[in-house]
């Protein structure tokens, strides 16, 4: 089992800025492949930006909708990821959640992909 709590979520004006955070335990988390997603009201999840191991070293990937403007990242030694954005826009106004995958995988992985799930935190952009 793997819980994951998000935290960092909040109102925030066009164009600013907010971090978001995933603490995870119950497995080493270097060896899960993280994903950020979000839904907003009335629309499917979907996929934000996921990381994952490599033997040449972490590789991150990006929905087109946030590639320039989010940066996901990660602290093995806190077993916490992170999502810096940056530019935010009012579409991005969504509740975003934390999910892992146990087995490695490459590029940006689609909500159906992940095994265990974070409760979400509320981010609102205001226009």
């Known amino acids: 089992q793997v819980q994951l709590v998000e935290s960092g979520g909040g109102l925030v004006q066009a164009g600013g800025s907010l971090r978001l955070s995933c603490a995870a335990s119950g497995r080493t988390f270097s060896s899960l492949t993280m994903g950020w997603f979000r839904q907003a009201p009335g629309k499917e999840r979907e996929s934000v930006a996921s990381?994952?191991?490599?033997?040449?070293?972490?590789?991150?990937y990006y929905a087109k909708s946030v590639t320039g403007r989010f940066t996901i990242s990660r602290d093995n030694a806190k077993s916490t990821m992170y999502l810096q954005m940056n530019s935010l826009k009012p579409e991005d106004t969504a509740v975003y959640y934390c999910?892992?995958?146990?087995?490695?995988?490459?590029?940006?992985?689609?909500?159906?992909?992940?095994?265990?799930w974070g409760k979400g935190t509320l981010v609102t952009v205001s226009s």
């Open positions: 990381i994952t191991w490599s033997w040449s070293g972490d590789r991150d």
């Open positions: 999910a892992a995958k146990i087995e490695q995988r490459m590029g940006v992985l689609a909500p159906g992909d992940m095994d265990y």
